[in-house]
């Protein structure tokens, strides 16, 4: 009896060791792509444009890709510098008097700089999954490119590539992959990204009238990605320790 208790233990310690979620240290990279939904807005024509001024235009789902450089403080705090780029294209934009059918045409496209702080959950070394929260402010511009509202005889069109103050929220999980390499982590990200509005160039003609102004319209993202992130300085996992065979 003994000698079997003996066995079951070296050959439990000689498993491999679970993987295990630890706070990052030191200097990381990641990337991550996914799906991007843009908001609704609705698009004012200023300036020399006669009434009616205002439509509202949506968006199809549309892709983000972001990629980050960052720094990990070793409890659970990080910073990182974070380029994103967003694409949607505009499915429907209705207003501005124009007569149904309508048709339309363009994109838009966000483009910009973040600057994010985070913090990770340490759940225990033996689970293998860190949550974690952060919150970002930078700059972003959102590129109109050749939005167009066609009824015929009427149309209007909007373009711009206008920047604005940009804030962001952020909810995710890592799990780490130390069977690939030390450091190394599948990511999974919800984003909120907010802008406090975008001006650009726009021109119409309706009922035989030519009119050029300026449009202002709002930049509000829902985003879910999916991405992988690597931190330089990680710590090898533990080598198993193999329990001494017993004596015949």
């Keep these: ?30 990337a991550g792509i996914g799906m991007n939904m843009l908001m609704e807005t609705d698009v004012d024509l200023n300036n020399r444009f006669t009434a009616p001024r205002s439509g509202t235009a949506e968006f199809s789902y549309g892709y983000i890709g972001v990629i980050s450089l960052g720094w990990g403080f070793g409890n659970g705090v990080r910073a990182e510098i974070q380029g994103g780029y967003r694409s949607n294209e505009v499915d ?3 207003g501005f008097g124009l007569a149904a059918p309508v048709r339309v045409s363009g994109r838009a496209n966000s483009y910009g700089i973040m600057v994010n702080a985070l913090y990770d959950f340490d759940l225990g070394r033996s689970i293998p999954v860190m949550p974690y929260v952060g919150l970002g402010a930078g700059y972003v511009f959102q590129d109109y490119d050749r939005v167009h509202a066609d009824s015929g005889a009427d149309w209007v069109h909007v373009v711009g590539a206008p920047g604005a103050f940009a804030y962001q929220a952020i909810i995710g999980a890592s799990f780490p992959i130390d069977s690939v390499a030390p450091g190394f982590a599948l990511t999974m990200e919800y984003r ?17 009238r030519y009119e050029v102004g300026s449009a202002e319209w709002d930049n509000f993202n829902h985003s879910v990605l999916l991405g992988i992130r690597y931190a330089f300085n990680a710590a090898p996992p533990p080598v198993p320790v193999v329990a001494p065979a017993p004596a015949a």
Excluded: I, W
């Excluded at 679970?18 to 990052?24: C, G, L, S, T, Y």
């Excluded at 909120?192 to 035989?208: I, N, V």
């Design 92 to 94: 429907s934009l209705t």
């Design 192 to 208: 909120f990204l907010g802008t406090l509005g975008h001006e650009g160039d726009a021109s119409a003609l309706r009922g035989g």
């Design 1 to 30: 009896m003994a000698l079997r208790k003996s066995l079951l233990a070296a050959t439990m310690l000689a498993l491999p060791v679970a993987v295990q979620a630890q706070p990052v240290t030191g200097l990381y990279v990641g």
